[in-house]
């Protein structure tokens, strides 16, 4: 029963997103989540190994930085020990897969966005209808980090910190 709710999450996923459009197939894996780096990033069991995953589509706020550990505590809540399947969309310039992380048939870098903790990260995912909507509820709720009167993207705020 769990593999097959897993995969129709996965399934769900790849549909709603527009960003699929004209990209290569995606690769899934289920693992436990062993780790959870920052907002963004968790390490999962693959065969045996941690590989770290990195969130597509989204951008959490920086350690240190406003709602940094409000969207981390979250993931650890949501993932942390737990059984997670991972669509890869991508390999990022660090070595690490990219991808949407479902936990319980829900994505979690969808509930980033919808808790307002996480950007949808445009410059990866333009297009995504999904993900822009999202967004624009959580902004005109004012749920987590737009709350803060002028919130700093966390690609603003790394440019800062060098």
Known sequence: MAPRIALTALALVLISS???AGERPAVAFTGRAVKVVDGDT??????????RVRLASIDCPERGQP???????????RCGGKNVAVVVTDTDRYGRLVGFVIVDGRSVNHELVTQGLAW???????????LERLEAEARESHRGLWADEIPIPPWDWRRGKR
């Open 18 to 20: 527009s960003a699929w």
């Open 42 to 51: 968790v390490d999962v069991l693959r065969d045996g190994k941690a590989v």
């Open 67 to 77: 709602f940094g550990k409000v969207a981390t505590d979250y993931v650890l809540d």
């Open 120 to 130: 949808w990260y445009r410059k990866y995912a333009e297009g995504d209808e999904v």
